[in-house]
Protein backbone atom coordinates (compact mmCIF):
# COMPACT_ATOMS: atom_id res chain seq x y z
CA UNK A 1 0.00 0.00 0.00
CA UNK A 2 2.74 2.30 0.70
CA UNK A 3 3.92 1.37 -3.18
CA UNK A 4 -0.05 2.21 -4.49
CA UNK A 5 0.61 5.59 -1.89
CA UNK A 6 3.76 6.72 -3.99
CA UNK A 7 2.04 5.90 -7.39
CA UNK A 8 -1.23 7.91 -6.55
CA UNK A 9 1.19 11.30 -5.80
CA UNK A 10 2.89 10.47 -8.98
CA UNK A 11 -0.13 9.62 -10.94
CA UNK A 12 -1.96 12.90 -9.88
CA UNK A 13 1.34 14.97 -10.40
CA UNK A 14 1.72 13.71 -14.32
CA UNK A 15 -2.23 14.55 -14.83
CA UNK A 16 -1.85 18.23 -12.96
CA UNK A 17 -4.24 20.61 -15.17
CA UNK A 18 -6.08 17.46 -16.77
CA UNK A 19 -10.01 18.95 -16.08
CA UNK A 20 -11.17 15.88 -17.42
CA UNK A 21 -9.27 13.46 -14.92
CA UNK A 22 -9.44 13.62 -11.31
CA UNK A 23 -6.86 11.23 -9.38
CA UNK A 24 -7.78 10.76 -5.31
CA UNK A 25 -5.46 11.70 -2.80
CA UNK A 26 -3.94 9.06 -0.31
CA UNK A 27 -3.78 10.18 2.90
CA UNK A 28 0.03 9.42 4.94
CA UNK A 29 -0.88 9.74 8.61
CA UNK A 30 -3.93 7.22 8.09
CA UNK A 31 -2.31 4.52 5.89
CA UNK A 32 -0.42 2.03 6.85
CA UNK A 33 1.48 -1.76 5.18
CA UNK A 34 -2.26 -2.98 5.46
CA UNK A 35 -4.78 -0.23 5.15
CA UNK A 36 -4.32 3.00 2.36
CA UNK A 37 -6.69 5.97 2.95
CA UNK A 38 -7.97 7.81 0.02
CA UNK A 39 -10.06 10.46 -0.44
CA UNK A 40 -13.80 9.78 -0.81
CA UNK A 41 -14.78 10.07 -4.15
CA UNK A 42 -18.36 10.09 -5.41
CA UNK A 43 -19.77 8.76 -8.61
CA UNK A 44 -21.44 7.05 -10.43
CA UNK A 45 -19.88 3.44 -12.15
CA UNK A 46 -18.80 4.32 -15.77
CA UNK A 47 -20.56 1.54 -17.22
CA UNK A 48 -23.63 3.67 -16.36
CA UNK A 49 -22.89 5.42 -19.69
CA UNK A 50 -23.87 3.00 -22.09
CA UNK A 51 -27.96 3.36 -20.83
CA UNK A 52 -29.79 4.89 -23.28
CA UNK A 53 -30.63 8.18 -22.90
CA UNK A 54 -27.04 9.11 -22.59
CA UNK A 55 -26.08 12.11 -25.34
CA UNK A 56 -23.71 10.91 -27.86
CA UNK A 57 -21.57 13.83 -26.61
CA UNK A 58 -20.81 12.53 -23.28
CA UNK A 59 -20.05 9.24 -24.41
CA UNK A 60 -17.55 10.55 -26.65
CA UNK A 61 -16.07 12.99 -24.26
CA UNK A 62 -15.56 10.09 -21.72
CA UNK A 63 -14.04 8.00 -24.71
CA UNK A 64 -11.74 10.81 -25.90
CA UNK A 65 -10.35 11.32 -22.59
CA UNK A 66 -9.72 7.65 -22.17
CA UNK A 67 -8.05 7.31 -25.00
CA UNK A 68 -6.21 10.40 -24.64
CA UNK A 69 -4.93 8.68 -21.28
CA UNK A 70 -3.78 5.19 -22.89
CA UNK A 71 -1.46 7.19 -24.90
CA UNK A 72 0.28 9.84 -23.08
CA UNK A 73 1.10 7.35 -20.02
CA UNK A 74 2.69 4.90 -22.94
CA UNK A 75 4.62 8.06 -24.99
CA UNK A 76 4.81 10.80 -22.52
CA UNK A 77 5.09 9.49 -18.87
CA UNK A 78 5.82 5.94 -19.59
CA UNK A 79 4.38 5.14 -16.36
CA UNK A 80 0.91 3.11 -16.55
CA UNK A 81 -2.37 2.04 -14.84
CA UNK A 82 -2.37 -1.37 -16.72
CA UNK A 83 -5.39 -2.84 -15.16
CA UNK A 84 -8.65 -1.07 -17.13
CA UNK A 85 -11.34 -2.71 -14.78
CA UNK A 86 -14.46 -0.66 -14.95
CA UNK A 87 -14.78 -0.69 -11.19
CA UNK A 88 -11.37 1.42 -11.22
CA UNK A 89 -13.44 4.15 -13.08
CA UNK A 90 -16.36 7.04 -11.57
CA UNK A 91 -17.87 9.41 -13.50
CA UNK A 92 -18.48 12.51 -10.67
CA UNK A 93 -21.74 14.23 -11.21
CA UNK A 94 -21.77 17.36 -12.22
CA UNK A 95 -18.54 17.98 -13.73
CA UNK A 96 -17.88 14.54 -15.67
CA UNK A 97 -14.55 14.02 -14.62
CA UNK A 98 -13.66 10.64 -14.23
CA UNK A 99 -11.98 9.61 -11.34
CA UNK A 100 -9.15 7.04 -11.61
CA UNK A 101 -9.31 4.67 -8.44
CA UNK A 102 -6.65 1.91 -8.37
CA UNK A 103 -3.20 2.44 -8.73
CA UNK A 104 -1.60 -0.93 -7.51
CA UNK A 105 -1.21 -2.64 -11.06
CA UNK A 106 0.99 0.50 -12.24
CA UNK A 107 4.22 0.22 -14.47
CA UNK A 108 6.68 1.71 -15.95
CA UNK A 109 8.14 1.17 -19.13
CA UNK A 110 11.50 2.01 -20.32
CA UNK A 111 12.68 4.76 -23.05
CA UNK A 112 13.76 2.31 -25.59
CA UNK A 113 10.22 0.12 -25.29
CA UNK A 114 8.19 3.03 -25.82
CA UNK A 115 10.33 4.24 -28.83
CA UNK A 116 10.11 0.60 -30.49
CA UNK A 117 6.60 0.99 -30.30
CA UNK A 118 6.08 3.98 -31.47
CA UNK A 119 7.78 3.07 -34.15
CA UNK A 120 5.58 -0.02 -35.11
CA UNK A 121 2.52 2.40 -34.28
CA UNK A 122 3.92 5.21 -36.70
CA UNK A 123 4.38 2.30 -39.70
CA UNK A 124 1.02 0.92 -39.66
CA UNK A 125 -0.28 4.38 -39.38
CA UNK A 126 1.53 5.10 -42.50
CA UNK A 127 0.41 1.64 -43.93
CA UNK A 128 4.20 0.63 -44.06
CA UNK A 129 4.48 -2.61 -44.58
CA UNK A 130 7.93 -2.83 -45.13
CA UNK A 131 8.42 -0.60 -41.32
CA UNK A 132 5.55 -2.59 -39.36
CA UNK A 133 7.85 -5.79 -40.64
CA UNK A 134 10.87 -4.02 -39.51
CA UNK A 135 9.33 -2.69 -36.29
CA UNK A 136 7.53 -5.93 -35.35
CA UNK A 137 11.02 -8.21 -35.61
CA UNK A 138 12.68 -5.29 -33.61
CA UNK A 139 10.27 -5.21 -30.58
CA UNK A 140 10.19 -8.98 -30.56
CA UNK A 141 6.37 -9.83 -32.08
CA UNK A 142 8.30 -11.57 -34.99
CA UNK A 143 11.44 -13.80 -35.39
CA UNK A 144 13.91 -12.57 -38.03
CA UNK A 145 13.75 -15.05 -41.09
CA UNK A 146 10.08 -16.03 -40.39
CA UNK A 147 8.14 -17.54 -42.87
CA UNK A 148 7.12 -15.34 -45.62
CA UNK A 149 2.84 -15.89 -45.21
CA UNK A 150 3.46 -15.96 -41.32
CA UNK A 151 5.53 -12.80 -41.80
CA UNK A 152 2.59 -11.17 -44.05
CA UNK A 153 -0.25 -12.80 -41.95
CA UNK A 154 1.68 -10.70 -38.70
CA UNK A 155 1.77 -7.55 -40.85
CA UNK A 156 -1.78 -8.09 -41.34
CA UNK A 157 -3.09 -8.45 -37.51
CA UNK A 158 -1.07 -5.36 -36.73
CA UNK A 159 -2.99 -3.43 -39.22
CA UNK A 160 -6.03 -4.53 -37.95
CA UNK A 161 -4.95 -4.09 -34.80
CA UNK A 162 -3.88 -0.85 -35.39
CA UNK A 163 -7.41 0.19 -37.25
CA UNK A 164 -8.87 2.86 -34.65
CA UNK A 165 -5.38 4.70 -35.49
CA UNK A 166 -5.33 4.48 -39.00
CA UNK A 167 -8.82 5.56 -39.68
CA UNK A 168 -9.58 9.48 -40.21
CA UNK A 169 -11.92 10.95 -38.15
CA UNK A 170 -14.20 9.62 -35.19
CA UNK A 171 -13.69 5.92 -34.76
CA UNK A 172 -17.12 4.27 -33.71
CA UNK A 173 -16.18 1.53 -30.97
CA UNK A 174 -19.91 0.69 -30.38
CA UNK A 175 -20.20 -0.66 -34.17
CA UNK A 176 -16.95 -2.04 -34.47
CA UNK A 177 -16.42 -5.56 -35.13
CA UNK A 178 -12.32 -5.28 -34.10
CA UNK A 179 -11.75 -8.43 -31.27
CA UNK A 180 -14.24 -10.35 -33.66
CA UNK A 181 -11.66 -9.48 -36.45
CA UNK A 182 -8.57 -9.67 -34.95
CA UNK A 183 -9.95 -13.32 -33.15
CA UNK A 184 -10.36 -14.73 -36.34
CA UNK A 185 -7.25 -13.57 -37.98
CA UNK A 186 -5.41 -14.81 -34.92
CA UNK A 187 -6.40 -18.45 -35.53
CA UNK A 188 -6.10 -18.31 -38.58
CA UNK A 189 -2.10 -17.70 -38.06
CA UNK A 190 -1.78 -19.51 -35.30
CA UNK A 191 -3.92 -22.68 -36.85
CA UNK A 192 -3.76 -22.57 -40.42
CA UNK A 193 0.08 -21.18 -40.66
CA UNK A 194 1.32 -22.71 -37.13
CA UNK A 195 2.75 -19.40 -36.15
CA UNK A 196 2.61 -20.17 -32.56
CA UNK A 197 5.27 -16.77 -31.51
CA UNK A 198 4.54 -15.34 -27.73
CA UNK A 199 4.69 -11.68 -27.68
CA UNK A 200 7.41 -10.22 -25.75
CA UNK A 201 6.31 -10.10 -21.70
CA UNK A 202 6.91 -6.42 -21.53
CA UNK A 203 3.72 -6.38 -23.93
CA UNK A 204 1.67 -8.44 -21.62
CA UNK A 205 0.36 -5.18 -19.26
CA UNK A 206 0.12 -3.35 -22.11
CA UNK A 207 -1.64 -5.34 -24.12
CA UNK A 208 -4.02 -5.50 -21.43
CA UNK A 209 -4.40 -1.60 -20.97
CA UNK A 210 -4.91 -1.89 -25.15
CA UNK A 211 -8.01 -3.91 -25.25
CA UNK A 212 -9.20 -2.97 -21.71
CA UNK A 213 -9.83 0.76 -23.37
CA UNK A 214 -10.83 -0.42 -26.41
CA UNK A 215 -13.83 -2.53 -24.65
CA UNK A 216 -15.05 0.27 -22.21
CA UNK A 217 -15.44 3.06 -25.21
CA UNK A 218 -17.10 0.01 -27.25
CA UNK A 219 -19.21 -0.41 -23.73
CA UNK A 220 -20.27 2.84 -23.38
CA UNK A 221 -20.43 3.32 -27.40
CA UNK A 222 -18.13 6.84 -27.63
CA UNK A 223 -16.93 7.71 -30.79
CA UNK A 224 -13.39 9.24 -30.75
CA UNK A 225 -10.86 10.35 -33.67
CA UNK A 226 -7.59 8.19 -31.95
CA UNK A 227 -5.86 9.42 -34.71
CA UNK A 228 -5.61 12.83 -33.85
CA UNK A 229 -4.42 12.04 -30.24
CA UNK A 230 -2.11 9.69 -31.47
CA UNK A 231 -0.31 11.88 -33.93
CA UNK A 232 1.12 14.64 -31.91
CA UNK A 233 2.86 12.23 -29.48
CA UNK A 234 4.04 10.17 -31.93
CA UNK A 235 5.12 13.56 -34.28
CA UNK A 236 3.05 12.15 -37.44
CA UNK A 237 0.95 15.00 -37.15
CA UNK A 238 -3.08 14.71 -38.79
CA UNK A 239 -2.17 12.52 -41.83
CA UNK A 240 -4.29 10.47 -43.78
CA UNK A 241 -4.99 6.80 -43.00
CA UNK A 242 -5.51 4.20 -45.25
CA UNK A 243 -8.99 3.73 -44.22
Do not use: W
Amino acid sequence: YGIEAGNLRRYAALLAGEDALHVPRAHDDLSTRRVLAMDRVEGHPIETLGAPGTSQARRDAIGHALERLVFRELFEFRFMQTDPNFGNYLIEPGSDRIALLDLGSAREFDAGFCGRYARILRAAMAGDRAGIRAAAEDIGYLPKEEREDRARGVEDLILLVCEPLRRKGAYDFGRSELPSRVRDLGFDLAFRRGFLHPPPPETVFLHRKLVGSFLLCAHIRARVDVRTIVGPLLGTGDERGDL
